[in-house]
């Protein structure tokens, strides 16, 4: 069974910075995209950044020039590198991947980490 197991989310002050990482375990054959999306309370979730599994990128314009996506395809690990935070950004981080299994290609998604960024 496949998992995305995500890790370093916290609390920091604004103009501070952190890393998240997603790490996938288990069977499987390969992954495509991979990505990071955010949702704030009563707001719509959406994306912050995807990276291919070429490596290209796209960031949400909200965060470019701050946030940068990475992805170690030995490690099996997506990364989002988060500097210059604002309060806005505050919100539950989840990451998804495209992952290929015996049973074909599926969605999984991480279980969400906090990110909470004061003024």
């Known amino acids: 069974q496949v998992q995305l197991v995500e890790s370093g989310g916290g609390l920091v002050q604004a103009g501070g910075s952190l890393r998240l990482s997603c790490a996938a375990s288990?069977?499987?054959?390969?992954?495509?995209?991979m990505g990071w999306y955010r949702q704030a309370p009563g707001k719509q979730r959406e994306l912050v950044a995807v990276?291919?599994?070429?490596?290209?990128?796209d960031n949400a314009d909200s965060v470019k020039g701050r946030f940068t996506i990475s992805r170690d395809n030995a490690k099996n690990t997506v990364y989002l590198q988060m500097n210059s935070l604002k309060p806005e950004d505050t919100a539950v981080y989840y990451c998804?991947?495209?992952?290929?299994?015996?049973?074909?290609?599926?969605?999984?998604w991480g279980q969400g980490t906090q990110v909470t960024v004061s003024s």
């Open positions: 288990g069977s499987f054959f390969s992954i495509n995209a």
């Open positions: 998804n991947a495209d992952i290929v299994t015996y049973r074909g290609p599926r969605d999984y």
């Open positions: 990276i291919s599994g070429g490596g290209s990128t």
